[in-house]
Structure formats: C-alpha cells, structure tokens
C-alpha cells in the first residue's frame, strides 16, 4: 500500500461500512510501547517495534496493545505517572504517546473515519483508585472520541451516522463503570520461545474457535528467537496473511498482532481482506 494511504485507508475500503467493529480484519502491535525510540533504556528482548505509537498509527494499525505501569513517586497529573512498559518502562506514557497522538492524528482532515482500539492490557502496581485515575485521564482527554460499549451492535455506517466524531474504542481488562469494551479475548500460545512452526500450528488451532458475537479477539502472531529477542519472520507474516480471495487464511482472523509490525505487508493485507469479509455480509 501507498503509505500515504495508510494513514486513512479505512475510510478508503469499499464496503467496510456494512461491518460491526468486532467483525473487522485488524492490523494490530504488539507491545506497542516498546520501541526503538522510547526515551529510556530497555534491553534488546524487551523491544518490539521500529516506530512510536505516533508512526504506527500514521502507518495503519487500528489496534494497539498497551501495558501501564503506574509510578507513585510522580505527582496526579504529571505525564510521566502513567507509562507503558514491556518487562520495564519504555519512557512512553500514556498521556502524550497515546492520548496526545490521538488528537494529533484526528486533527488531519480526511482521518476522522478511522476506528482505532486501545486495548489496556496489562497493569502494574495499579489499584482500584488508579484505575480510576487512569480512566479519568482517558475520558478528560480523548472522552468525546470513544465509542461506548453499548454501541458493539452498529456497523461503521450506523456509528457514522449516530455519533460523528466518535472513533476510539476503550478496551479495558480490569473492572471499568466508564462503558469500556471488555479486553480483548488475546489467543497467546503461551510461551514465547516456540518454533515458527509450532506457532503457525496453534493459530491453525485458535482460529478454529468460534468467536462470540461483540467480542473483540486477537492472534498474538509473536515470539522469541534462539538470541532471546523478538523474532522477526516477516516473511512468513507476509506468506500467511496473504489476502487473494474470500477464502484466504487471513478471513479466519480478526485483530492480528505482530512484533516488528511495519516490516511486513499486514496493513495492506487486512485492507483486502476486510472487502471479501465486507461482500461476504448481506
């Protein structure tokens, strides 16, 4: 894809209106926080990204997977008391890498159709006051973007229609009274040090299950090298998710998170694959 393209190529995609958002073909990052520019130090195996949040969004990937890590030693309100992290704090927060870069990007006519989920993944040293916190942060900042969960029944045409201007979707894995979405069912083969093999073989599996009808579920085509960093099997990424026809691989899936994800084809891909979805819907 022309990647001056993939900055709105939902709004771009013949048909995509007919589908809910849980029905979509998603490119998504994995650990999304953890990449070659964040500002603090991390070690090799815990960095999974080229670009910043900002560059992956601009790029074409609807789905981000954020951990937070709460740090008490920063004052209610600073930037830096919400951060994400893989194995440690990248130096990303949430406050600036993410909401920020939200308003940023929907600033630029022509983007407001995009659909992106912030999936809150995990939490460190959280408690019930700082989620409370955290969503607060989340609904002063980006509260007029979000489409509730009580909306999990419209296609993008009815979204469009009803609430213009709503365009982010909260997914949160941790109790919220906010109309979050829950968290994203994460099919994981639960080790990281697997053979590409073996990996391919469980989403072969975990494909295999029927999805609940609203849910939002996720592949975590992800995993380690024999160095002990996150492998980069771009090719096979490339190889799998190749969209030809309705009945390509890529259909059986529906959030597809990857390590090193502006390396491979995915985004182009899923913008293929969502039309066959999208004619396949009456």
């Known amino acids: 894809m022309n990647i001056n393209?993939?900055?709105?190529w939902m709004n771009n995609t013949p048909g995509l209106y007919k589908l809910r958002i849980d029905e979509l073909i998603l490119p998504?990052?994995?650990?999304?926080?953890s990449d070659k520019e964040a500002p603090k130090f991390m070690l090799?195996?815990?960095?999974?990204?080229?670009?910043?949040?900002?560059?992956?969004?601009?790029?074409?990937?609807?789905?981000l997977d954020l951990r937070v890590e709460l740090f008490p030693s920063q004052p209610i309100g600073h930037p830096r008391r919400f951060q994400l992290y893989h194995l440690t704090a990248s130096g990303r927060t949430v406050a600036t890498d993410v909401l920020d870069v939200l308003n940023a990007f929907y600033a630029t006519p022509g983007r407001e159709h995009e659909i992106i989920i912030l999936n809150f993944h995990q939490f460190k040293n959280f408690t019930h006051a700082s989620h409370q916190e955290l969503q607060a942060l989340i609904d002063q900042t980006?509260?007029?973007?979000l489409i509730p969960y009580s909306q999990r029944y419209l296609t993008l045409q009815e979204l469009k229609l009803s609430a213009p201007g709503r365009n982010v979707v909260i997914s949160y894995n941790a109790y919220s009274e906010n109309n979050y979405w829950?968290?994203?069912e994460q099919q994981w083969i639960g080790e990281n040090y697997v053979s590409t093999s073996t990996l391919k073989s469980f989403m072969d599996e975990a494909?295999?299950?029927?999805?609940?009808p609203y849910a939002l579920r996720s592949i975590q085509c992800a995993k380690y090298s024999g160095l002990y960093v996150p492998d980069d099997f771009s090719n096979k990424v490339d190889l799998w998710f190749a969209s030809e026809d309705s009945n390509s691989y890529i259909q059986r899936f529906h959030i597809i998170n990857t390590d090193w994800s502006t390396r491979s084809n995915i985004v182009s891909n899923c913008m293929h694959a969502?039309?066959?979805r999208a004619m396949a819907k009456r």
Do not use: M, W, Y
């Open 5 to 8: 393209l993939s900055d709105r």
């Open 28 to 33: 998504g990052t994995h650990d999304s926080g």
């Open 44 to 63: 090799p195996n815990e960095i999974t990204q080229d670009v910043p949040i900002r560059e992956q969004i601009i790029r074409g990937f609807r789905a």
């Open 142 to 145: 980006i509260g007029h973007r």
């Open 182 to 184: 829950p968290g994203v």
């Open 207 to 212: 494909s295999s299950q029927p999805k609940r």
């Open 274 to 276: 969502n039309q066959f």
